[in-house]
């Protein structure tokens, strides 16, 4: 039945019982006939029907109105968020506030900060059970300092995670320090706030920072934290902030990150090292642009062992510094270095210690990939160098500056220089954007003379002269082990490579010490014009794999797709540094 005939049919019929029962039950009183003639009488009675009419579409709105409340009540209850137990939803509501952003100091106030409130005003159920929960009310919301005491009676006994700049947020929470479990603050003034003289028994990460705003000449120094009392601290990160290494503060640690430091009073790297020998559990240490301190006149032997170390990270950090601290912490096989930093000699000595035996991990790295490119976001001089193990993973990575003259020595002296400073069994190595035509093909020749071992190489964007510089010679050989050469956007004329390949495939096997090339891989090298008479002669030797032909990619070695990539994943590296 269609709406028309309901409405012609069916709501008559309705309307007429409906009225009907109302006359019936209403008082005839209010109705009284008081009209003397038939006109006055024939008005009464319109009267009385419009008001009858009107109270039963008053009546059937009411019924209406709740029986459709009643149904979505019920509907509502058979919704599966409803069916869940209060205890499941309090646990919704505590992930949903987890704070998993990176910096503590945003400008925009954290979308968690906003779920108790939201959630309490869904419905009863919800604001109960978000009642329930002090541990969503336990971040403390920095939009208003009114909110601040609502947070605190709500969040009960739960630890208390408080980001702020506001001293006035600072001053609220104070009394509640006993509870405090996360701490994100910045400090204004030279002297220590009231709140870090106090202990701290619960806390257990801790995040402070200059205010930036003001002028920066040196940075604050701090006597000492919570009164050396926070057992439970697990991260401390310190931005323009200068506190005295202590086993006490630093011991319990996982985490520690110095930024920004810029300090010249009594400190000596010694100190620092004394310091967190003790902190046994340490998994990071970030050092980032860390000027303070000095190197003691005595050579100081002291080795620091941190056995769950995963990563160090020394960005910026002065290069006559750098060789002492890294030639006395002992790192694991599998934690991962990085370093940035700025040279004008070239001279690794400006960067690793001359001992790199307790440097476990870059002695696991069997990969080897080198970018001669300047670096993009600063341009001049520079390089980059990582370290690889067998699946792939960085095992170190160095990022360095050189100067802005244009004669680009730092790459090539380090280049040429890296077989003493990095004495590792590698099984590959990479290089990148190794151009400069005023660069010494001997010098490449002989660097690569110092590794042995690497048995698979790739140049990717080289000059010509460095790879007519691999042409095996009867005394020293680049790589004596070589068996598979990729070339990839690189360009050489036919002949020298024809002459690479003959001279490479020709050598004679030394006791294991020397081994034919085996397979050539061209890819990319869109200059590069062999004929196919050159390419069957190649292939008499070894197996050839170029792209032009229209076969299908390697079938392996190389760690393939790791040279691809090495300028974007070290780019990214460099960014995390200034971050």
């Not at 509640?176 to 701490?183: D, V």
Request: glycine letters at 6%; a neutral charge.
């Amino acid at each position: 039945m269609d709406e028309s005939s309901i409405i012609s049919e069916i709501v008559p019929q309705l309307m007429r019982t409906l009225t009907d029962q109302i006359r019936s039950v209403m008082e005839i009183s209010r109705w009284q006939l008081t009209a003397s003639n038939g006109a006055n009488l024939e008005v009464q009675n319109d009267d009385r029907e419009i008001e009858v009419h009107e109270f039963a579409i008053k009546a059937i709105k009411s019924y209406a109105t709740e029986k459709i409340r009643l149904h979505q009540h019920h509907r509502n209850l058979l919704a599966p968020i409803h069916r869940l137990p209060s205890e499941l939803i309090s646990l919704i509501f505590q992930f949903a506030v987890t704070d998993s952003s990176p910096s503590p100091f945003q400008a925009d106030i954290s979308a968690t900060k906003r779920v108790p409130l939201n959630v309490a005003g869904v419905s009863k159920r919800w604001r109960q059970v978000a009642l329930d929960t002090p541990r969503i009310w336990a971040k403390i919301d920095m939009r208003s300092t009114s909110l601040v005491p609502l947070f605190l009676e709500r969040s009960k006994g739960a630890p208390l995670d408080i980001e702020t700049r506001s001293a006035d947020i600072m001053a609220l929470c104070e009394p509640h320090i006993g509870r405090w479990r996360a701490l994100r603050a910045l400090i204004a003034t030279k002297e220590a706030p009231s709140w870090l003289l106090a202990p701290a028994p619960k806390l257990e990460i801790l995040n402070l920072a200059h205010d930036f705003s003001r002028s920066l000449t040196r940075s604050e120094a701090i006597s000492e934290l919570f009164m050396n009392r926070t057992p439970c601290l697990r991260e401390l990160n310190l931005t323009g902030l200068f506190i005295l290494p202590t086993p006490v503060l630093f011991s319990p640690l996982t985490k520690l990150s110095l930024t920004s430091l810029l300090y010249d009073g009594p400190f000596t790297w010694s100190q620092f090292l004394q310091a967190i020998q003790f902190s046994l559990a340490l998994e990071e240490l970030r050092l980032n642009s860390v000027h303070a301190g000095g190197i003691p006149e005595a050579d100081d032997a002291i080795k620091v062992s941190l056995p769950c170390l995963k990563v160090l990270v020394l960005n910026r950090v002065p290069p006559r510094f750098l060789p002492f601290i890294l030639g006395r912490i002992i790192m694991p096989a599998t934690s991962r270095l990085e370093v940035e930093v700025d040279i004008t000699s070239g001279d690794w000595n400006s960067v690793l210690p001359r001992d790199i035996s307790h440097l476990h991990n870059i002695q696991s790295a069997r990969h080897l990939l080198f970018d001669a490119a300047p670096i993009a976001t600063r341009g001049g001089d520079g390089c980059s160098l990582r370290g690889q193990g067998l699946g792939g993973e960085t095992l170190f990575l160095f990022v360095v500056h050189g100067g802005h003259g244009g004669r680009r020595v730092v790459a090539q002296n380090l280049f040429s220089n890296m077989g003493q400073a990095l004495p590792v069994l590698f099984e590959s190595i990479s290089i990148t954007s190794y151009m400069e035509e005023k660069w010494s093909a001997a010098k490449f020749a002989n660097s690569l003379s110092s590794f042995p071992s690497v048995e698979e190489l790739s140049l990717n964007s080289c000059n010509p002269k460095f790879i007519r510089a691999l042409t095996a010679t009867p005394k020293r050989p680049p790589c004596p082990r070589l068996q598979r050469l990729k070339l990839t956007r690189c360009a050489i004329d036919e002949s020298s490579l024809l002459s690479l390949v003959q001279a490479r495939t020709s050598m004679k096997p030394r006791t294991g010490t020397r081994v034919p090339l085996q397979r050539l891989e061209i890819t990319d090298c869109s200059q590069m014009n062999l004929s196919q008479e050159a390419i069957s002669e190649m292939r008499e030797c070894l197996e050839v794999h170029w792209d032009r032909e229209g076969g299908a990619g390697p079938s392996g070695g190389m760690h393939d797709g790791v040279e691809e990539n090495q300028r974007d994943l070290w780019i990214e590296f460099a960014n995390q540094f200034r971050q």
